[in-house]
């Protein structure tokens, strides 16, 4: 009985943590693109817009304001995946898991420069992925915390009469 009250409360928890997460899926293969929407929108992820090219991704981007981003390396268009993920505003603070066939080093590391939340390797299962996404989740909640403490430890700073802001 108590490892069903528990697994009901991890299961509020997570539920509290997908819903109203907006996704967005940067993805050229049109099945692949299908699949990742079904699946999320299966676990109560809300699926705010697919993109098969960088260009695409980055206008959809800065309308919607997702909440995680799914970026494909190897797109169409003019940049790449990784390419696309550098050119995404700085302030919007948007954690971006790599979904890839591809994981040779000189990949790895420019997706590396990136920072990203998490690098799928392709094929992988729905667990995995939903796995890799909610763990993406908190730790962009805690990034978030953070950033809100260190605005509030410069504020208090320079309310003290011998900081010099």
Same mark, same amino acid.
């Given at each position: ?48 817009? =697919? %993109? ?5 991704? @980055? #206008?959809?981007?800065? /309308?919607?304001? +997702?909440?995680?981003? *799914? ?28 979904? =890839? %066939? ?5 990949? @790895? #590391?420019?997706?590396? /420069?990136?920072? +990203?939340?998490?690098? *799928? ?29 260190? %605005? ?14």
């Amino acid at each position: 009985m108590e490892s069903l009250t528990q697994s009901l409360v991890q299961t509020s928890s997570d539920m509290s943590l997908i819903t109203g997460t907006r996704v967005i899926i940067v993805e050229d293969e049109a099945v692949v693109a299908l699949h990742i929407r079904q699946e999320l929108t299966k676990l109560g992820y809300t699926v705010a817009g =697919t %993109a098969t090219a960088g260009e695409q991704a @980055l #206008k959809m981007i800065e /309308e919607v304001f +997702p909440d995680i981003i *799914l970026m494909d390396i190897h797109i169409q268009g003019a940049i790449d995946g990784i390419e696309t993920a550098s050119r995404i505003p700085r302030y919007l603070h948007v954690p971006i898991i790599f979904l =890839t %066939a591809y994981s040779e080093d000189v990949t @790895l #590391k420019r997706a590396g /420069e990136t920072h +990203p939340y998490g690098y *799928l390797i392709k094929p992988f299962l729905d667990r995995e992925l939903h796995a890799t996404i909610k763990m993406a989740l908190m730790r962009s909640r805690a990034d978030e915390a953070i950033r809100e403490n260190e %605005a509030l430890l410069f504020r208090a700073l320079c309310t003290t009469p011998i900081a010099e802001c």
